[in-house]
């Protein structure tokens, strides 16, 4: 591979700059041309100014910035596949035979269709071009992953970028909200994001001592209130005045129906007569500046990125490299679609019954 390009999807996550630094200075280093893809894959179908070529200082003083310099979008012309054939275009134009991608299970479905799609784009394409133009189209684009989600809901790596800087706003933000709690007596309910994975919600209780937890993996059962209520009420009775109750923003009823933050204060309120507060923790999560967890780890991926398409043979790579048991290691990138819902849908349970045992009213006997 002489010439690549990167690019940064979906929503952002702290890291992503430092994985975006860590493939430019690596291929530069490896003799390689490296593009830059600015708003995902809005600006791979748009070209133009919009994918343009990075060089070492491009990329210097990016690596403690949280969010993404190339910028993301979430892109509806490339869900189609004229929008594809267009980015197709983009690439071919350019000589660019190697695409990293950093982002989340729906951006490397993406990079997966790309990859697949590409001979079909080119030989139309190819019908279009003058014999030259042909002569110089990539026969194969290679398409390399890199996990970029704060959720950490990816098969094939134990933390994607950004879930552990996330976590660590979830943490600090539940120690500042507990001495205020503890000042007022109060219940506070604390709201996590999560869409689909109840890992930041359940480290974060974990991390930060919480009453209780709830996350879209586990099935609650039809009294949950009720259990809940019981426990909140045995735990002032016996001198513990003030709660916290973590609820990752996809926890669902038991009928599925998505349990609303707001609707829960009421039920708690009402049923004990206590003071209960709301804190949504929002986008506060994804932001600010990574982690030096995130750092390095996007530092190394980006790198074993690179090293993987610098190996690369006549077959197409279509992979993600990510870290397990703290080693780097390659899953093919239908594996990791494949598998990402499924896995979200199991967190740990040895972690959640951890935070079951460790929860406040699990001492009161
Ligand atoms: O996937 C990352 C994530 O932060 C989810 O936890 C959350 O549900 C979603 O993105 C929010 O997306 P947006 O920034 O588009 O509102």
Redesign the pocket.
């Known amino acids: 591979v002489r010439t690549m390009a990167v690019m940064t999807s979906g929503?952002d996550a702290p890291g992503m700059n430092a994985g975006v630094r860590a493939v430019v200075r690596r291929a530069l280093d490896g003799g390689m041309d490296v593009y830059g893809v600015f708003s995902g894959y809005e600006g791979l179908v748009a070209g133009g100014d919009a994918i343009r070529p990075l060089g070492w200082n491009d990329v210097g003083g990016i690596l403690p910035r949280g969010g993404t310099f190339l910028g993301t979008a979430r892109s509806e012309r490339f869900r189609t596949v004229e929008g594809r054939r267009q980015a197709v275009k983009n690439l071919c134009e350019r000589g660019i035979q190697a695409l990293v991608v950093i982002g989340?299970d729906g951006s490397l479905m993406g990079a997966r269709v790309l990859a697949e799609e590409w001979q079909m784009h080119c030989a139309e394409l190819g019908q279009e071009a003058p014999a030259e133009g042909r002569a110089g189209m990539p026969e194969r684009l290679h398409v390399v992953g890199l996990p970029g989600?704060?959720?950490n809901d990816l098969y094939g790596t134990d933390m994607s970028i950004g879930a552990d800087t996330a976590l660590n706003h979830i943490v600090h933000a539940i120690d500042d909200l507990t001495s205020t709690a503890a000042s007022h007596q109060r219940t506070f309910i604390v709201e996590t994001?999560?869409?689909h994975c109840g890992y930041l919600a359940l480290m974060g209780a974990l991390g930060g001592g919480a009453s209780w937890v709830l996350v879209p993996e586990e099935e609650l059962d039809l009294r949950w209130h009720e259990k809940m209520s019981r426990a909140i009420e045995r735990a002032r009775a016996i001198g513990r005045p003030h709660q916290m109750v973590v609820v990752a923003?996809g926890a669902r009823h038991p009928d599925g129906l998505p349990i609303r933050t707001e609707e829960l204060k009421r039920i708690l309120a009402e049923r004990l007569g206590i003071d209960v507060r709301v804190t949504v923790l929002g986008?506060v999560q994804?932001g600010g500046p990574p982690s030096a967890f995130d750092r390095i780890l996007a530092t190394r991926l980006g790198v074993a990125a690179v090293e993987l398409l610098m190996g690369a043979g006549p077959e197409p790579l279509c992979h993600m490299v990510g870290l397990q048991k703290n080693r780097v290691t390659t899953t093919s990138l239908s594996e990791v679609v494949e598998k990402s819902r499924a896995v979200g849908r199991h967190i740990d349970r040895g972690n959640y019954q951890e935070a079951q045992r460790l929860r406040g009213e699990g001492f009161v006997r």
């Open positions: 929503g989340g989600s704060i959720d994001m999560g869409r923003e986008h994804r």
